[in-house]
């Protein structure tokens, strides 16, 4: 099994930062693509950003591109999504997922493994 934990939510006020962390342990996989996710209140979950662990370009929804980015340090087995410029409309719980595969995909059904999620809420 695999365990995400993630952390680094909070408040902020609008044009602020905040950055997430995700750890991981348990299984290992030789290869394998992790995720953000968020949803809002009422609203479908929503693709954030992803990269492959193994390293290689990483990939952002459009809504979030040139604010966010995403890193990982492998030593450490953590992601995280460093979020600049928060606006309002990026308040929602944050999820870190994991898909065992290779091919970076936006879809949460590719995603095995999710973490607990954490609020991120961002005022204005």
């Known amino acids: 099994q695999v365990q995400l934990v993630e952390s680094g939510g909070g408040l902020v006020q609008a044009g602020g930062s905040l950055r997430l962390s995700c750890e991981a342990s348990?299984?290992?996989?030789?290869?394998?693509?992790m995720g953000w996710f968020r949803q809002a209140p009422g609203k479908e979950r929503e693709f954030v950003a992803a990269t492959r662990w193994t390293g290689g370009r990483a990939y952002y929804a459009d809504s979030v591109k040139g604010r966010f980015t995403i890193s990982r340090d492998n030593a450490k087995n953590t992601v995280y999504l460093q979020m600049n410029s928060l606006k309002p409309e990026d308040t929602a719980v944050y999820y870190c997922a994991l898909d065992p595969g290779n091919r970076v995909s936006d879809q949460s059904y590719e995603y095995d493994y999710w973490g607990q999620g954490t609020q991120v809420t961002v005022s204005s």
């Open positions: 348990g299984r290992t996989f030789g290869s394998y693509v």
